[in-house]
């Protein structure tokens, strides 16, 4: 596991901007140690731990990037059209017998081209003539239409840099250079707690002040999205000694300490206190609406992070503190949110100073230009905010107010993970 400074999260300011949240993430929080070196198939979204250096050139082999008819470059017609004969023909699969001078070769896309041979003509810019020859005209440049080995990347080269969370895409390069297996950096643990006495389990008793617990299942599933290890702990009670105790034994087993609930300043939110009483805690005013009370402390070495108890606020703190500081502990390469650029379809205001995220849903309007429509009701309690929208507006630290027709930044859900 990771071992930080107590004073690792040290911020002397009032409120702290996103932007500056991730600057310290990224310099405060070490990789947690450990790997796993598995088969390509299980290697989707995990985090390669060393440089992968091409043990081959890609393509392997020279070979045709069309079905056509191969040729010498030094036989290419230059101011009249040409009639070659057609002296073999080569299929993707099959070896390739070197080229006479003066003939043509016929080949298929993914065929090695025939030793000798350096230029391809399309079949359809060539003329089939009744013996079995082509003429092919003048003017076709040397190399066309030939894909040469380690075009794609050169034998030796990085193909895949470490920290890369790897997509899918990194599974199938991986696989054409021939690899089976890849070592990458260990899943996170993360052990995750809801925190007060006005939450119960779904589905069991609970009086009429009470709520069925929704966080502590969404944050589960945004970090199963993540492959983090989730050890789902249950809901703590607001007793500091009970939470104080059941948060160093989690500190002791996890490289993440997840909470919601009970981080603001107010007299029972006892996660605070707890958290001082074994550790250390900065309480993050982050400057963002929905989300302001986030705290982010170390226990025995291990970081704890404590989400607001509203659902909405939770969720868009998760993306913006807790993503980066999962990515920071793989030893993962940086990948910033991508946002879009949308039409907003509504008027808002906002206070200047502070980041917002509004609940939006997209559609295109009538001249096929993206518009944001923003969900009609306000709250961080409104878990339908959530489920029937597709996205957030992300409104910065300057504006301070949209009005329809403006451009803003639009980040899918599925872009916040």
Not at 153 to 161: R, W
Not at 315 to 328: D, G, K, M, N, S
Not at 360 to 367: E, R
Request: net charge neutral.
């Amino acid at each position: 596991m990771v071992q930080l400074s107590n004073d690792c999260f040290a911020f002397g300011g009032k409120l702290m901007s996103v932007d500056e949240a991730l600057r310290l993430i990224a310099a405060r929080v070490q990789p947690i140690e450990g790997q796993d070196h598995l088969p390509l198939a299980e290697c989707d979204n995990r985090v390669l731990l060393s440089p992968l250096h091409a043990p081959a050139p890609l393509p392997l082999f020279a070979n045709s990037a069309v079905d056509g008819y191969a040729l010498r470059s030094a036989d290419l017609p230059q101011d009249n059209e040409r009639t070659f004969p057609v002296t073999a023909r080569v299929q993707a699969g099959a070896q390739a017998e070197p080229i006479k001078p003066g003939a043509a070769v016929r080949i298929f896309t993914g065929a090695p081209m025939p030793q000798g041979a350096d230029t391809v003509f399309m079949q359809e810019d060539v003329r089939l003539e009744p013996d079995g020859r082509i003429t092919a005209p003048a003017g076709l440049k040397p190399g066309a239409n030939m894909r040469p080995a380690g075009e794609d990347i050169a034998e030796g080269a990085v193909a895949i840099p470490a920290g890369r969370r790897l997509r899918p895409q990194h599974v199938a390069l991986a696989a054409a250079l021939g690899l089976t297996h890849l070592t990458v950096r260990r899943r996170v643990r993360v052990a995750i707690f809801s925190t007060g006495n006005e939450v119960v389990e779904p589905g069991g008793p609970r009086n009429s002040a009470q709520l069925f617990d929704s966080n502590r299942f969404m944050l589960g599933a945004l970090l199963r999205r993540l492959n983090c290890e989730v050890h789902d702990l249950g809901i703590l009670r607001d007793d500091r000694a009970a939470l104080a105790t059941a948060l160093e034994k989690a500190a002791g087993e996890h490289d993440l300490v997840l909470t919601s609930g009970g981080v603001s300043a107010g007299e029972e939110d006892h996660v605070r206190a707890a958290i001082e009483s074994i550790g250390s805690l900065v309480l993050w005013s982050l400057a963002i609406k929905p989300g302001r009370p986030v705290a982010m402390g170390v226990i025995a070495g291990t970081p704890f992070i404590g989400l607001p108890g509203n659902p909405v606020a939770s969720f868009v703190t998760f993306a913006y503190v807790v993503r980066p500081t999962i990515l920071a502990l793989l030893g993962a390469l940086p990948e910033p949110l991508i946002g879009l650029p949308v039409r907003a379809a509504f008027s808002y205001k906002k206070k200047k100073g502070r980041r917002e995220y509004v609940r939006a849903s997209l559609h295109y309007a009538d001249d096929g230009i993206p518009e944001a429509v923003k969900f009609p009701r306000e709250g961080a309690g409104l878990l339908s905010s959530l489920a029937d929208t597709d996205g957030i507006i992300e409104l910065g630290e300057d504006a301070e107010r949209v009005s329809p027709g403006e451009q803003v930044r639009f980040l899918a859900y599925p872009a916040l993970l």
